[in-house]
């Protein structure tokens, strides 16, 4: 294996279940000797933190998307200097909720913002890096917001900014994530994430068991 540590993200539209599975990743890798810095996006830093508040604020105005587009790589660059790059350099496997790869799907599909620009960002901030893995957590967009509405409504949480939007911003995301699968079959790994928990954790066991052998470390 190289001496990079591996940087694996976990992608999907909203109440996929990445959060929960999250845990059973860096576990699973734990107790096979690696060591896991788990993280998510936006924030994993204190300044990425409060630019994810700045993001998520249904309270605050409508959010031009170039501004959120710019907030989106302002918190990844902070993430990635300060923590990311120094983790995966000591051979730290890194697992990230969230990365580039949502910023395709979100202001590029969701917002219809242009994919070009988003690539010049991607470059400038993360030059050559780009995500050895991809889990994709893939859902129907209705069994997701139920979920996430249901999770609401039992911990008498607010929806956030993104979780207000209209169905079809969801449809463009989760078609988005799918076309770039398609694009990306090295990088991609798709989860069936509506299935029960132990289901996908099944899933994930045999993904993750593939890509140790792959890095040689069995
Ligand atoms: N964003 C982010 C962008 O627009 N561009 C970007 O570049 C980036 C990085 C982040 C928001 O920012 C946007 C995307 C997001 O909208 P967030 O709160 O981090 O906000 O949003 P999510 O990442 O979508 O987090 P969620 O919590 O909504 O979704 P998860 O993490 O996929 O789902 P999870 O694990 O919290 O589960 C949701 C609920 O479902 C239950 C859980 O118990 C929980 O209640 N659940 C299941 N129920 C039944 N069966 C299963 N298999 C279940 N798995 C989980």
Known sequence: MSQRGLFITLEGGE???????RTYISEFLKQRGITVLETREPGG?????????????????????????????????????????PALAVGHWVICDRFTDATYAYQGYGRGLDHARIAVLETWAQGDLRPDYTLLFDID????????????????????RFEQEKSEFFDRIRTGY??????????????EAAKPVLEVQQQLKHVLDAILVKASIK
């Open 15 to 21: 109440g996929a279940g990445k959060t929960t599975s």
């Open 178 to 191: 799918l076309e770039r699968a398609k694009f990306y079959p090295d990088q991609y790994r798709i989860i």
């Open 141 to 160: 967009v209705q069994t997701g917001m139920q979920r996430v509405r249901a999770r609401s409504e039992q911990l008498a949480l607010n929806t956030d």
């Open 45 to 85: 830093t204190e300044v990425s933190e409060a630019i994810r508040h700045v993001l998520l604020d249904s309270a605050l105005p409508a959010m031009h998307a170039d501004t959120e587009l710019l907030l989106m790589f302002a918190a990844r660059n902070e993430h990635l200097q300060k923590k990311i790059l």
